[in-house]
């Protein structure tokens, strides 16, 4: 039987071994429901890197570039890390270069030993599972959380794909319970469920309120980004 | 206005400023609820130690020893990790030398910069509660983990500290949000809810249920097990 875990942070990945296992990293708010957003509206590709300096080198090679730090766009880029950003005829096929505090850090993580890297939000939740179904592997959900913290909305999330798997899959540790018994508790309400939590409390502050909802919408969209070489594409 | 946050193990403590902050250190399956069990049968001391070596060499000097690996007795020692064990005649003004695969290197881990580690369980959560509350200080709840990993008990007490914090405290970051969650709800059937977590299966494989009940539950004794140097002494 095939099992799922969950690592809470990226700080704890090394606690995993994920040689047999697909990586579905999730980062609610806000990156990778940018991610997904832009690949159902017809971005051809999107390149995660590290760091602010490899996103401006892909920017100067006509890329479109989104850099985000702290939940603000970085002076000098092209996109911010609203995924209302993402929803522009202008960027259908085009190739997106980003970095983002949290999110595009776990991705590369990731890649070096996982079977294939796939990134989630609850926008593809229902893509996400029916292809891990598919799948002989194991399932990590890797949450990017914030700078090495746990946070709520990437908990929820990797409790759901649980919730979703745990008929077919064994679940790990104490983290995938945790996780999937959070979600079981909050899933007719998530925006409520999370509205004290710290990122959201960083975002509104921001004002961002419209973006929350959105990024807590399920099964909006049928895509699977999957990471090839070092670029996400729609499977 | 004073703050609580949670540590959800020792591999996050990197990411926690605690200079003006009383750790709270957790290993509620078994070595904290020992630690609290024998202070409060009369034990004079327990110095927690991170390795085997270091038990023995106190073992050496006098010390009754208590060496734990992988929740079994290590060869050659005196006392084993149960609760049950720690209420004995023999022990009253004893000073016991322990080393436990994870609650006793959480506790070397915090004494390089709090201003106070304490020792706490459910056995003594309300004797926490009172004195946290008496103090000036912020709060940080290290929960020891297994090996690294989340694990669903310790995450639970601290849950329950920041539940019965929540109106003096200002609530840090999503880590003590979740916990506190949990613990609500789970408190009613704190054994039932603890019943599939990995550790308890661990325990259940070494015929352990009559440690598990009691470990869970509250208030059973009036003591503030506090570090003094190398030493936990009841305060």
């Not at 909305?153 to 899959?169: C, H």
């Not at 399920?218 to 699977?224: F, K, M, P, T």
Request: hydrophobic residues 45%; charged residues 20%; contains cysteine.
């Amino acid at each position: 039987m095939k099992s799922i875990d969950v690592c809470l942070t990226p700080d704890l990945l090394h606690l995993h071994t994920i040689d047999n296992t697909i990586v579905v990293v999730t980062d609610i708010f806000r990156a990778t429901s940018c991610m997904v957003t832009g690949l159902a509206y017809g971005v051809g590709s999107i390149t995660p890197v590290a760091t602010v300096e490899e996103c401006f080198e892909l920017q100067q090679k006509g890329y479109i570039a989104a850099a985000e730090r702290n939940a603000m766009k970085v002076e000098g880029f092209d996109l911010d890390n609203s995924p209302f950003s993402y929803m522009d005829e202008d960027l259908v096929g085009a190739n997106i270069a980003m970095t983002t505090t949290n999110g595009t850090l776990s991705i590369t993580k990731a890649k070096t030993s996982a079977v294939k890297v796939l990134v989630g939000a609850f926008l593809n939740l229902g893509a996400i599972v029916n292809h891990l179904k598919s799948q002989p592997y194991d399932v990590l959900v890797l949450c990017a959380g914030w700078k090495g913290r746990v946070n709520l909305e990437d908990t929820l999330f990797a409790g759901a794909l649980v919730d979703a798997l745990k008929d077919e899959y064994i679940i790990g540790e104490d983290s995938a319970l945790m996780a999937m018994r959070a979600y079981q508790q909050a899933q007719n309400d998530l925006l409520g469920y999370v509205a004290n939590s710290s990122h959201v409390r960083r975002l509104q502050r921001l004002g961002i309120h419209k973006d929350i909802a959105y990024c807590l919408q399920r099964d909006l969209y049928d895509v699977v980004p999957v990471l090839r070489g070092s670029t996400l594409v729609n499977m």
